[in-house]
């Protein structure tokens, strides 16, 4: 399995533009979480979704983030306006169920100038 | 979840053993205790973990103590790559409480 994929790696935008980050979670895997990393305040969850319904969205910032699941094999993290302040690495990560072990992509970095 | 304890920074000579301690003291009957490490521009990666017995893996071992106040993760022989941030984290499995990294121990392996 190629493990959880993430796209893009990178990205560099303006502020007031929209961003779209991507992933892939890893086939047969019914939970996947969005994470932000900075160095202020280290890993944080901002969303949660098992079997394709979000369950706890508690850390989504504000209205300007939004995530979506379509289906088993993708989920959209999207941030409209982008602000410096969302400068950050984000990571998608899954797991078979739940709360249990989980496998994390490799990150997007995220640079809103 | 548990409340974890964990040193900030360790150093370890490469080849030797790497020993982090965590310290969960209020950790209840039904927390496994969770490590994740993290390197340098990487996603987090899963370890190893445990609910009352000691686990080995490929990857490490993970002693807890009788009381399950504490544990102790050992990387057998370290090596360059094994350079990074490690958390221990309590969790019970299949609860709704969140996996909560904290600033764990930054590990660093000297050649």
């Known amino acids: 399995d190629a493990g959880v994929i993430q796209s893009p790696r990178h990205e560099v935008t303006e502020m007031g533009q929209e961003v779209t980050l991507r992933c892939k979670p890893i086939s047969g895997h019914n939970s996947l979480f969005w994470y932000r990393q900075t160095m202020m305040r280290g890993l944080e969850l901002l969303i949660y979704f098992n079997n394709n319904v979000p369950i706890d969205d508690s850390g989504m910032p504000e209205d300007r983030f939004s995530a979506k699941m379509p289906n088993a094999s993708f989920s959209t993290l999207k941030i409209q306006p982008s602000e410096p302040r969302d400068s950050a690495v984000y990571f998608c990560?899954?797991?078979?169920?739940?709360?249990?072990?989980?496998?994390f992509g490799p990150g997007t970095r995220l640079t809103v100038l | 979840d548990a409340k974890t304890t964990q040193p900030p920074s360790m150093d370890c000579a490469e080849g030797r053993a790497a020993n982090l301690p965590c310290n969960h003291s209020t950790i209840s009957g039904n927390e496994y205790v969770y490590w994740y490490r993290q390197i340098h521009s990487q996603g987090p990666q899963y370890i190893i973990h445990g609910l009352k017995n000691n686990e080995t893996n490929e990857m490490a071992s993970l002693i807890i103590t009788e009381d399950r106040k504490s544990s102790t993760l050992i990387l057998p022989h370290a090596t360059l790559r094994d350079t990074a941030v490690y958390y221990c984290?309590?969790?019970?499995?299949?609860?709704?409480?969140?996996?909560?990294f904290g600033k764990g121990t930054k590990l660093t392996v000297n050649p």
């Open positions: 984290i309590g969790l019970t499995q299949g609860g709704s409480e969140k996996l909560v």
């Open positions: 990560a899954s797991s078979l169920g739940g709360w249990d072990t989980q496998y």
